[in-house]
């Protein structure tokens, strides 16, 4: 299995961006897949999962109504769509599936400074 995130960066509050996570080693479109993240000195965090065929998506109540997770099946890939971001949302951001364990991506560093 093989998860690689990218798209992260520095951006101001109230800004956007959008993660990537491509996806390998696995049957992809069998699994939900969700984005966790980790801010300096805090533990991980859930922050969104979506459901196999993409019908479903389930986030953390302090992204809810900014965030939006998706899936591209075809590709083996996944998104989050970040808007109105905060300070708060700095963290390195990971793409995650349990197939029978957990993987992990390395993450990328999402930045929001002024």
């Known amino acids: 299995v093989q998860l690689v995130e990218s798209g992260g960066g520095l951006v101001q509050p109230g800004g956007s961006l959008r993660l990537s996570c491509a996806a390998s080693g696995f049957p992809f479109s069998r699994y939900a897949m969700s984005w966790y993240r980790q801010a300096p000195g805090k533990e991980r965090e859930l922050v969104a999962t979506?459901?196999?065929?993409?019908?479903?998506?389930n986030y953390a109540d302090s992204v809810k109504g900014r965030f939006t997770m998706s899936r591209e099946n075809a590709k083996n890939m996944v998104y989050l769509q970040m808007t109105s971001l905060k300070r708060e949302d700095t963290a390195v951001y990971y793409c995650a599936v349990r197939t029978g364990r957990d993987y992990w991506g390395q993450g990328t560093q999402v930045t929001v400074s002024s």
């Open positions: 979506i459901t196999s065929a993409g019908g479903s998506t």
